[in-house]
């Protein structure tokens, strides 16, 4: 059924970020919606999603989906990736009056001038800037010299300087995770307690984190025997959400093991191994092959943390690297 016009008041629009080749099948695609999200939510039909969280929801003629909402103004859909289900959402937000968002992926024939502005003020990290005003003199040497310019994959994870990336961290139970991401955010967005599951909601918030601004996710803790129906399906969904993040924070504490992912997650996603509360044990830890040590409590290996998640998602040999970025192509 078709409705009404969009009210002047409302402005949302969206894009499709995983552009590129066809998705294999059981894939995700993620939409991303800009704008006035709330009203956008009721003319799709959408139970609502308050800032800062995730969660299941069905999308009436669409799909069932993972909505993760990281600030009010901008909310991530995660419907699955088959193109009659893309065709579905493209018709259901244009019956909305959701409009697509025309940006730096607009490419054609704009002016380097028009992409960059519009590149500037989609930008979400610190340190797209300079390297952003840059580019015009980059693409000059490079015009007739392609050796002068990045390559697709390289400019593919440049594009995460505008488009944040997803990180999950996933874990046993009362481990620390939630105040692990207190501590990296300096404020309470995740509740704290000292008892198995007390995060059962998702929650998404977005962080700089050594300059890159990514889309941080702490999942309810993962454990061998759920308590209930609602934890096995909490628990399903951090390991979902976990299987298509950009790079997995595969958490334990000194007495835990690290959580064994069942089934395991895709090879081909990013994993750091992280040991919080290292606090409570000054030497090695049980939990053997750790790439950081991080105490919430004492703030050591934070800013090591934050380094390593930038390190991982932008290496810094890219970001020093001195040939042209293709910015505004999201499928280069
Ligand atoms: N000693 C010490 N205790 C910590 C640290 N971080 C968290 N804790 C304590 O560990 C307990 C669990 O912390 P949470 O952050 O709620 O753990 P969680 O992994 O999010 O737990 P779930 O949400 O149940 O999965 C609380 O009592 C915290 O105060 C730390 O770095 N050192
Ligand atoms: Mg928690």
Known sequence: MERDPAPACMSVAWFHVSAGPPA????????????????????????AVAPGQVGLRHWP???????????????????????????QACAAFESAGVARRSGVQAGGSMSMHARLSLALAESRSPLAIDLLLDQPRRWDLAEHDPSRRLSPEASRVLRR??????????????????STLNALCGRAVSIVADEPGTTRDHVGVSLNLAGLVVRYIDTPGVSAAP??????????????????????????????????????????????????????????????????????????????????????????????????????????
Request: include cysteine; aromatic fraction near 4%.
């Open 61 to 87: 003629g669409v799909d069932d989906l993972v909505v993760a909402r990281f600030e009010p103004g901008h909310a991530m859909f995660f419907p699955h990736a088959s193109p009659v289900i893309l065709a």
């Open 227 to 332: 308590r209930d129906a609602l934890d096995a399906q909490a628990q399903r969904l951090a390991i979902d959400l976990a299987r298509r993040a950009d790079l997995v924070l595969l958490c334990a504490d000194p007495t835990s093991e690290l959580v064994v992912l069942a089934p395991p997650l895709d090879g081909s996603i990013p994993v750091l191994r992280v040991c919080l509360r290292s606090d409570l044990d000054p030497g090695p830890t049980r939990a053997s092959g750790n790439d950081l040590r991080v105490s919430a409590k004492t703030g050591d290996g934070l800013a090591e943390l934050a380094v390593a998640v930038r390190e991982r998602l932008v290496p810094g040999s890219l970001l020093a690297d001195d040939r042209a970025w293709a910015f505004w192509d999201v499928r280069a």
């Open 161 to 178: 300087l505008i488009d944040p990336p997803i990180v999950v961290a996933i874990g046993p139970p009362n481990i620390g995770k939630s």
């Open 24 to 47: 294999p099948s059981g894939a995700l695609a993620i939409l991303e919606l800009t704008g006035a999200v709330d009203e956008a939510l009721v003319r799709l039909g959408v139970r």
